[in-house]
């Protein structure tokens, strides 16, 4: 698949050209490790079954580490925009966010994030 989107007309900083780039080369590592998965007939897959699945663990390992990675990145971009305020609002959104996500209810947390809330 190719992109129309030609480098005149589309302005990438050096930082996100580096996340996009970093991406980029763990995605090609992850295909890299499947291709023989993909190339191999059915007899192929059958006797290397054991084998495939630890190489379909490690690419699963491989892109939560790359999306945490860029998730990462990207963040810190946005955030060397942002007044402190901004900063601080973005902190507790996010500390409420992984809260209501583990399920933990911890009032000291959702203290601090009331107060940079209000």
Known sequence: MTSNIS??????????????TACKRDLEKIRDILQPQIDRNIA???????????DILRCKELVVQAINR????????????????????????RLKAIDSRQGHHNESRNTV????LT
């Open 113 to 116: 994030s009331h107060r940079y």
């Open 70 to 93: 860029f998730q990462v990145s990207t963040t810190l971009n946005i955030m060397r925009h942002l007044t402190i305020f901004e900063v601080y609002t973005f902190i507790a959104l």
């Open 7 to 20: 480098p005149s007309t589309c302005h990438i900083s050096d930082n996100k050209n580096k996340s996009l």
């Open 44 to 54: 192929g897959r059958v006797l290397n079954s054991v084998g495939d699945g630890d």
